[in-house]
């Protein structure tokens, strides 16, 4: 295994890890007692804006693991397949749909609130749990990516000058 993989191997184990612990560690889904005579208006606006981002998280996290399992298989062939640029590719793939299990999870956590008629806990353990890491996640996801693009970048303009620099050889005369 060359230095190269061992690195990838690292990142990626350490990302897989990450995301295995915040799964095992989820507060148990626990609402209590609801109290019926709470003004319910207040608690639907937070929660239809709170879920106007995560709708808006999952539609970009779905396309952005289309693009990366676009660029793993090939369809842009500008990207080379280093071990780094799959490990990155790879890492954000899992942290987008980590990102999307995490909305989804949510999104069933307040349909639970709904038919229990039960808004006021909206700030239950469980739920702010499900909804920050589906932030984190997607956050993470980005920023592997953007990763990715920067040394792709750097790849790229390390490339051309070298390919510049061997090109100045020519005759003088």
Known sequence: MTFKWGVAIIIGGAIVIYSLWRFHVVPPMHIGVCDPTVPNEQYQKTVELLDSIVQLGLTL????????????????????????????????????????????????????????????????????????????????????????????ALQRSEEESVSVGGADTGNAG
């Open 61 to 152: 996290a779905t396309g952005l693991i289309g693009l990366c399992a676009a660029l793993m298989i090939g369809l842009q062939g500008g990207l080379r397949m280093t071990p780094r640029n799959v490990t990155f590719l790879v890492g954000s793939v899992i942290c987008l749909a980590q990102a999307i299990i995490y909305g989804i999870w949510w999104k069933m956590g307040v349909a639970n609130l709904w038919f229990n008629e039960c808004w006021e806990k909206i700030d239950a353990d469980f739920l702010q749990y499900r909804y920050s890491n589906s932030y984190y996640f997607f956050m993470l996801g980005i920023a592997l990516i953007s990763i990715l693009v920067v040394v792709t």
